[in-house]
């Protein structure tokens, strides 16, 4: 079985996707074999109102409970996101919360931010931060979104000791700094933007957080799949049973699923 907690649903403005809707995201799943994904709304990213995205997400989904597990996304700029946040997590049950901060004009350390992470980490539910969705080289050039920096991480973690966060398509993550911010046992990390041969990036923060810390992910529908499953295949320096967590087992111990094939 094998979990992608990198993947999203919707159009995205600047270049077209090959898979865009739920059915075709399901699809895409399927020719590479991959059982379930965590899946985010691009709608909820570039709509003024980023909770008009999450209500099309959710009823996108439907069909397909077994495979999707959808992402709320919040912005605190926007009026009235407490109350669609207490629908978030109350009568929606969200598995995971995902902010974007670049893109809707805010830090995690201004006000917003720090609005946002307090109710997050009181509700108790992971916080997915997408580190950038794709690269800047070969942006529009009206997409003026910088990435997140590892920098804005540690403040976010050493501020809020007791919220969980999920790492989507991140770079340049050193496993002791992220242990001395206190994440050991706080974050999952997926490998779509890591190395595990050549520089050794997910070896070197599974010594340092655990195999516990590192997830499948793929970032799909913008990236190829392939790379991904190569990645988990190159893990053959762990035990069978670890490369089943990385693959999905702690996946759906992170976000409190349950553990079924």
Same mark, same amino acid.
């Given at each position: 079985?094998?979990?992608?907690?990198?993947?999203?649903?919707? %159009?995205?403005?600047?270049?077209?996707?090959?898979?865009?809707?739920?059915?075709?995201? =399901?699809?895409?799943?399927?020719?590479?074999?991959?059982?379930?994904?965590?899946?985010? *709304?691009? %709608?909820?990213?570039?709509?003024?109102?980023?909770?008009?995205?999450? +209500?099309?997400?959710?009823?996108?989904?439907?069909?397909?409970?077994?495979?999707?597990?959808?992402?709320?996304?919040?912005?605190?700029?926007?009026?009235?996101?407490?109350?669609?946040?207490?629908?978030?997590?109350? $009568?929606?049950?969200?598995?995971? =919360?995902?902010?974007?901060?670049?893109? %809707?004009?805010?830090?995690?350390?201004?006000? *917003?931010?720090?609005?946002?992470?307090?109710?997050? $980490?009181?509700?108790?539910?992971?916080?997915?931060?997408?580190?950038?969705?794709?690269?800047?080289?070969?942006? %529009?050039?009206?997409?003026?979104?910088?990435?997140?920096? =590892?920098?804005?991480?540690?403040?976010?973690?050493?501020?809020?000791?007791?919220?969980?966060?999920?790492?989507?398509?991140?770079?340049?993550?050193?496993?002791?700094?992220?242990?001395?911010?206190?994440?050991? #046992?706080?974050?999952?990390?997926?490998?779509? /933007?890591?190395?595990?041969?050549?520089?050794?990036?997910?070896?070197?923060?599974?010594?340092?957080?655990?195999?516990?810390?590192?997830?499948?992910?793929?970032?799909?529908?913008?990236?190829? =799949?392939? #790379?991904?499953?190569?990645?988990?295949?190159?893990?053959?320096?762990?035990?069978?049973?670890?490369?089943?967590?990385?693959?999905?087992?702690?996946?759906? /111990?992170?976000?409190?699923? +349950?553990?079924?094939?």
């Amino acid at each position: 079985m094998i979990f992608d907690v990198n993947a999203h649903v919707g %159009h995205y403005p600047f270049r077209s996707l090959r898979a865009r809707t739920a059915a075709e995201v =399901v699809a895409l799943l399927d020719r590479h074999g991959i059982d379930r994904a965590l899946v985010s *709304s691009l %709608h909820a990213v570039f709509y003024r109102d980023a909770h008009r995205g999450n +209500e099309e997400l959710w009823a996108e989904v439907q069909p397909w409970p077994k495979r999707l597990v959808p992402v709320a996304t919040v912005n605190p700029k926007y009026a009235g996101w407490e109350r669609d946040f207490a629908t978030i997590t109350g $009568e929606w049950k969200a598995r995971a =919360v995902t902010l974007v901060p670049e893109h %809707h004009g805010y830090t995690l350390d201004d006000e *917003s931010g720090r609005a946002a992470l307090t109710k997050i $980490e009181a509700a108790g539910v992971p916080l997915l931060l997408t580190q950038r969705l794709e690269d800047r080289r070969q942006r %529009h050039a009206w997409d003026r979104a910088e990435d997140l920096t =590892v920098a804005s991480l540690f403040a976010a973690a050493k501020a809020f000791p007791t919220l969980r966060f999920i790492l989507s398509n991140w770079a340049g993550l050193d496993g002791a700094k992220l242990a001395d911010a206190g994440l050991r #046992g706080r974050v999952l990390i997926d490998f779509a /933007r890591l190395q595990v041969v050549y520089r050794e990036e997910v070896p070197k923060l599974i010594a340092a957080l655990g195999v516990e810390a590192l997830a499948f992910g793929s970032h799909l529908p913008f990236d190829y =799949v392939a #790379g991904s499953l190569i990645k988990l295949e190159n893990l053959d320096f762990l035990s069978p049973a670890d490369r089943e967590r990385v693959a999905w087992r702690n996946a759906v /111990r992170f976000l409190g699923l +349950e553990e079924k094939q």
